[in-house]
């Protein structure tokens, strides 16, 4: 189901399309489908087109050269598809459906489908994989999914151990995170565990 949907009101008797926020089911689709077929009493096609954000800006990136075509799916399963995939990465999202002459070409009844959304945010824990250590372990983050970060390797110590830096598996040999390539980009909730070396 489609939930907090706004019909956009139309302009000289065209139909404008559809604009909402919202989270769907599988039914998203169809229900677009109807709601445009209804309204055009026509055929139409798709053109999807993701809006990404900046990776240090809350708002949305509407320049054109960042948008990127992901495809343009002819069917309502393709379509679904690629919402679903969207859905996996992202918690909300947007969208607007127009055949309005500056996005689409209405004598040709192609509408473009163009969904917005908001990355995911993920927390980054660091534990020092002992109790005895001396130090200070850095504090959680907060992140956008995909942003890239630079980790902080502060001065621990641990009686005859070194600090080679940091890993997912707390029983890691050979740490994934050290300070000589401290930039990473975590998708997820991940904790990070100190490593020692004796």
């Given amino acids: 189901m489609i939930k907090n949907l706004k019909k956009l ?31 055009t009493e026509g055929t139409y096609i798709y053109q999807t087109i993701i809006q990404k954000q900046h990776i240090d800006d809350n708002n949305y990136d509407t320049e054109a050269e960042n948008k990127e075509i992901l495809n ?3 069917t309502s399963t393709e379509l679904k598809q690629w919402i679903s995939d969207a859905i996996d990465k992202n918690s909300t999202y947007g969208f607007t459906l127009s055949n ?6 209405p004598e040709d009844n192609l509408y473009r489908l ?5 990355r995911i945010l993920y ?35 641990l009686t005859d151990h070194m600090f ?5 598996n707390n029983t ?24 020692w070396q004796r």
């Fill in 9 to 39: 009101l139309p302009l000289a008797g065209t139909f404008l399309g559809l604009i909402t926020l919202f989270c769907c089911d599988s039914t998203l689709i169809e229900d677009l489908d109807a709601i445009a077929k209804k309204q």
């Fill in 72 to 74: 343009q799916p002819k």
């Fill in 100 to 105: 309005t002459p500056e996005v689409a070409h």
């Fill in 114 to 118: 163009e969904l917005i959304y908001d």
């Fill in 123 to 157: 927390t980054l824990d660091f534990n020092a994989n002992t109790t005895s250590y001396e130090g200070t372990i850095p504090q959680s983050q907060t992140q956008k999914y995909e942003k890239m970060i630079t980790l902080e390797f502060p001065e621990l110590t």
């Fill in 164 to 168: 080679l830096g940091w890993d997912e």
């Fill in 172 to 195: 890691a040999v050979s740490p994934a995170y050290t300070k000589y390539n401290s930039e990473f980009t975590f998708y997820k909730n991940t904790t990070l565990y100190a490593i």
